[in-house]
């Protein structure tokens, strides 16, 4: 699972990349034109929690691994290169300018939800163009056979067509897990999940005014378009409760600060954040936000010898969950004692669990939950 981090130049994509990925790339490896690649530790609380009980002789947090792109723009996405980097990823970050600071050039005055509205139109451009490539070849083909699979393509080309037409990215088109699994293997650029990450000034009010950036700038608004069918289910004020995934979401961080806290002891770090009245490093949100972008969770193991997070997309079953420690696991696989991690937490000890009647025996079938403490139990 890759992330790309995209934005227009000089907004502070390669600062962001260097604090998440703790890489130490010399000014001559910073190259804006090549991409950066490195992996991000997932902060996990509950692995910290379970590993003070269990003192393991080693912790192992789950990790995201992000691409720093470079610049982006039409000039840079008829490149193949960055191009092909950017189709590869599974979800986007696209970092904003929100900071204040004359010495360094941004295309007029700050607005967020202009860079952002035309970073979108570009992406969705180069969608746009592969379409009708597309439509063109499958148009020709039809009329030489006929075929119900290239007519179905047909429909939901012609489909996403007109809905890139209205200025509106791919992935708030309504899409079967058929129409889905049709349009996998193009790569779509505007489809990809996205995070905005709003990079704004130092102040000595920073907690707050992170917290009300996304407002402020008015990015809310660019959040709010549910995906739109073919006009049966065309409102985007669908029942409370019963809202369909959006696939986009905001964040702020202040580069600035979070270049600081990277360079500093923990203690001293805590301090540093209090004196913003700020809880935790912007950074923690931000990773956390992009593993569930990727529709992500996390189970963890615990024993002395490790304490480990997994990482395993929503509505994993227990045996393939038993699959990603092991293929030997998923093979072998008999029952998985399975317990929240802080229910386990509480009782002191596995032991202690079962003896209260807490560990549960579940199965094959047993869907998996954010935060699950598994012992497979195997017969390999
Ligand atoms: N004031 C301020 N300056 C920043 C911040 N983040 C980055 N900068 C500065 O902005 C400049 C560009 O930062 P980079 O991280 O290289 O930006 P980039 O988006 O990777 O730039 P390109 O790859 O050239 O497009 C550098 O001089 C940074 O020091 C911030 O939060 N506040
Ligand atoms: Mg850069």
Redesign the pocket.
Known sequence: MKTGII??????????FRILTKAHLSPSH?N?REAHIGIAKVPDERLDRLAEMYHPKKTTHASVEYV?L??IGQEALKESAYLGHLRQVDAIVH?VRA?E?DS?PHVGPIDPVRDIKNVEFDLMVSDLGQIEKRLERVEKDLKKMKSADLEKEFELLKRAKAHLETERPLRELEMTPEDKKRFRGFMFLSEKPILYVL????SATLGKDLEAAITKYGVTQLLGAAPTGAGERSSPETQPGTQPERNAAASAI???VEAELAEMSDADAAEFLASYGLKESGLSRLINKTYSLLGLISFLTAGEDECRAWTIPVNTRAVQAAGAIHSDLEKHFIRAETIRWDHLLEAGSEANARAKGILRLEGKDYIVQDGDVLHIRHSG
């Open positions: 934005g227009l130049p000089q907004v502070g994509k390669t600062s962001l910073a804006p720093d470079g610049a970092v900071f600071d360094i990079n704004i000034s130092e202040c580069g600035k």
